[in-house]
């Protein structure tokens, strides 16, 4: 019940006459370089996802000395 060799060479055959052999080539190289761009772009977020992790401590340190300095603490302040 399911696709044969024939059936499947049909198939392309009419594919090719409804589009053309120039047309299926440039949708066959517009799809390479989409896919070539999408792997290109998952490579540079996992970099970037990397360099954002190791960099997210030393600002978190640097957050918390700022806060430190500016808490002010209220118990203090009513004992005195």
Do not use: C, Y
Not at 34 to 54: I, L, R
């Amino acid at each position: 019940m399911g696709l044969s060799t024939t059936h499947l060479i049909i198939f392309l055959v009419i594919i090719v006459l409804v589009f053309g052999t120039k047309k299926l080539k440039n949708i066959g190289s517009d799809l390479g370089s989409a896919v070539k761009g999408f792997k290109d772009g998952v490579k540079d977020g996992d970099k970037t996802d990397a360099a954002a992790s190791a960099a997210a401590p030393a600002a978190q340190v640097a957050t918390e000395k700022r806060l430190d300095s500016q808490t002010i603490d209220v118990e203090v302040k009513t004992k005195s």
